[in-house]
Nanobody, 126 residues
């Protein structure tokens, strides 16, 4: 089973940038659609961005469009989330997930993904 480990979070000021990383344990992870979700205290886990298997496309939540970029490096089994122009409302724990089945497109529903790691905290101060 693919295991995911998120890293790269931190405390930044509004307008700053961060790059989150997600390391996968399986060499064949390029067959999976990958996604970033986030969860703020007291709120449900929400979709941020996804990158389809074999880099067939990317999708973003409206809140992420124009500011965040998801990418993957299949040679390194890594998925990244570049976050620019961060806002206080971006504060949350960010999680990386993989689609439960190979060669399956993106969904914004968290239950469609598994392999969640421990998450990485992003805190944006105003």
């Amino acid at each position: 089973q693919v295991q995911l480990v998120e890293s790269g979070g931190g405390l930044v000021q509004a307008g700053d940038s961060l790059r989150l990383s997600c390391a996968a344990s399986e060499d064949t992870f390029s067959r999976y659609t990958m996604a970033w979700f986030r969860q703020a205290p007291g709120k449900e886990r929400e979709f941020v961005a996804a990158i389809v298997y074999n880099n067939l496309g990317t999708y973003y939540a409206d809140s992420a469009k124009g500011r965040f970029t998801i990418s993957r490096d299949s040679a390194k089994n890594m998925v990244y989330l570049q976050m620019n122009s961060l806002k206080p409302e971006d504060t949350a724990v960010y999680y990386c997930g993989k689609r439960s089945r190979v060669f399956t497109g993106a969904t914004v529903v968290p239950n469609g993904y598994d392999g969640w790691g421990q998450g990485t905290q992003v805190t944006v101060s105003s």
